[in-house]
Each structure stands twice: as structure tokens, then as C-alpha cells.
């Protein structure tokens, strides 16, 4: 299995699904070398364009080479009448975008894929021990009404099973977070990435609906390096440490265990897999090799790196 933010999002929606139908967009052919190098049974996609009919995702799927895909609309989708960040408009969506749709994300399957149900709906105040954005007075920031209102999950938090032939399901929890920087002295976008880690840790206890104590994996982007950077750092290492999961630290020949690169912030690693505890993990990597055309591919294909982990039973 693997994950990769794939940064598949464009200046407007149906434009990624006009460059996938036009089969000539360098990205796009970029992305699909990576996954032919790689062949991972399920593919997890974050940030990338969703539409209601669900035909950039089957576009995309088809390219790929995935028989099953699922989507689900994500909280860039859905508008409100009130300002949600604090910069004094109204009309915010429930996760910033530039339009609706963007940034969402997708899971590709050569097996039957189920879902057992997602928490987008999930208000940030109805989350235990999620903490909340107060102004400089103490007083709900950027208002009571918002805090009423604001959705914890910012673009996607699935339960799914992966049906297999001749064996038990896989249950996959999977997530693309709040990046933890761009707000003010408040730090909304910060308290809602630790808010969003804290919600995986009480999905893996029942608290939101059934979920199994064993095969079970979590991937997705959590937009937070648990040594350096923005954001509550404590958050994600609570996660890797957690003894539910196991976290076997994938490199790549070029980064080491960093997933994302960017000019001026450096190497991070903010996209995750981390297995059940008992499950036997075998070659696990980081996707960016020193040389060759694949290394080529992997640059242009996204400013991060697929991950991918091959698990078997004990």
C-alpha cells in the first residue's frame, strides 16, 4: 500500500479533469510512471480536485490503472454565511480553498473498497480534549457563532475496509490535515492540526464508530514533522509513539525519512503509514531514488514523495 500528496489541483474546477481527458499533462504522466514503478495494491491520494459526479476520480483511476476508487466530498466543498478564519469576511468554506472542490482526496484499490463511515461531519467542539482558538481576551475566536459552526476535519477523515480475495478485511483509517501555519497570534490552523491528530487517536478507541483492535492501518498526510517546523510537534509524536501502531520510519536513498521538500522550508516528513501493531512489515521506502528516469518522475510529479509499505499477517 501507498500515499502520496499528490498537489493534483488546478486554477479552477474540471481543469484536472480536462488535463487527465487531454492525456498530455507532464504532472500527470509524471504520477503515473511513479505508480507503475511502485504497483501498490491501494493507493491513498491527498490534495487532489473533487467533483459531485465523481469523473475526475474515475479519470484518474482509469489512467492509474485502478479497478475501485472512492472519493467523498470534501469540507472545501461545503460554504457557510459566517467568517471562519478571522479575517473579517463572511462566506467561508469549512477548509480554505480557491474554489470548491480543491484539494480533496482519493483512494485507488485493485480490491472492492467499503466505507464504514467518515467524520467530516465531526463539529471541532463536540471533539474531547481538542483545545480551541481563544482572542487576546479569552473569548471563542473568531466568534461564538463560528465556533458553533466549524467542521474539526478539514478535508477528509475516511474508515474504509479493503476486501481482499480469501483473506479478512483491512480496515484503513485515512486523513489529510490542517496545515499548521498561515493564522495569527490565535493559531487556529495549529489547534485544529493537533485537534485533527487527536480525533485519529480516539478513532482507533470506538469513540466514533466501529473500528477493529488489530488490521487495521492509518495513512494520510498529517502536514506535521514530528523534529522540526510549525505546529505542535508533541501532537504528532504522541501518534508515532501510540502502541497501537507500529511506526517503521520508510526512507528514500535522497531524503531520508522526509516525505515533502520545498525551497525555502526544507525537508519534512508529514505523510505517514503506520500499520497496526502486529502486523509483520516488509520493505517499506520513501520513493526518491539518486538517479534515473524515476527520480526524474518523482520531481516532477509533486513536491512530496509516495510512501509505500508491503504488511502481512504474523
Do not use: C
Request: proline residues 5%; aromatic residues 8%; without cysteine.
Amino acid at each position: 500500500m501507498a500515499t502520496f500528496h499528490a498537489e493534483l489541483t488546478r486554477k479552477g474546477p474540471g481543469i484536472l479533469l480536462r488535463d487527465l481527458e487531454r492525456g498530455k499533462d507532464k504532472q500527470i504522466t509524471a504520477l503515473k510512471q511513479l505508480v507503475e514503478a511502485v504497483d501498490p495494491n491501494v493507493l491513498l491520494l491527498t490534495k487532489v480536485d473533487f467533483d459531485l459526479e465523481r469523473r475526475t476520480a474515475r479519470a484518474l483511476g482509469a489512467v492509474l490503472g485502478y479497478e475501485y476508487t472512492f472519493t467523498h466530498a470534501p469540507n472545501s466543498m461545503i460554504p457557510t454565511a459566517v467568517d471562519l478564519d478571522g479575517d473579517g469576511r463572511t462566506g467561508d468554506r469549512q477548509t480554505w480553498a480557491r474554489y470548491a472542490g480543491e484539494g480533496g482526496m482519493l483512494l485507488l484499490s485493485k480490491h472492492p473498497i467499503k466505507l464504514k463511515f467518515h467524520l467530516n461531519d465531526l463539529l471541532w467542539e463536540d471533539v474531547e480534549g481538542a483545545k480551541m482558538p481563544l482572542d487576546r481576551d479569552s473569548n471563542a475566536y473568531p466568534s461564538t457563532q463560528a465556533r458553533t459552526l466549524q467542521k474539526l476535519v478539514s478535508q477528509g477523515l475516511w474508515v474504509v475496509e479493503i476486501q481482499a480475495e480469501d483473506t479478512k478485511p483491512v480496515t484503513l483509517a485515512l486523513f489529510q490535515n490542517q496545515t499548521p501555519v498561515f493564522d495569527g497570534p490565535e493559531d487556529l490552523n495549529g489547534l485544529r492540526n493537533r485537534a485533527q491528530l487527536v480525533l485519529l487517536s480516539a478513532v482507533m478507541k470506538g469513540t466514533y464508530g466501529d473500528f477493529p483492535k488489530e488490521r487495521f492501518v492509518l495513512m494520510g498526510n498529517a502536514n506535521l514533522d514530528p523534529n522540526k517546523g510549525e505546529g505542535d510537534r508533541s501532537a504528532i509524536a504522541d501518534l508515532l509513539e501510540d502502541k497501537r501502531v507500529q511506526d517503521v520510519k520508510p526512507e528514500s536513498e535522497l531524503g531520508g525519512i522526509a516525505t515533502a521538500f520545498w525551497e525555502k522550508a526544507g525537508a519534512h516528513r508529514v505523510s505517514y503509514i503506520l500499520p497496526s501493531a502486529e502486523w509483520l512489515v516488509g520493505q517499506a521506502n520513501v520513493v526518491w531514488p539518486e538517479t534515473g528516469p524515476l527520480r526524474t518522475a518523482v520531481e516532477k510529479a509533486s513536491r512530496h514523495r509516495m510512501i509505500w509499505m508491503d504488511i502481512t499477517q504474523p
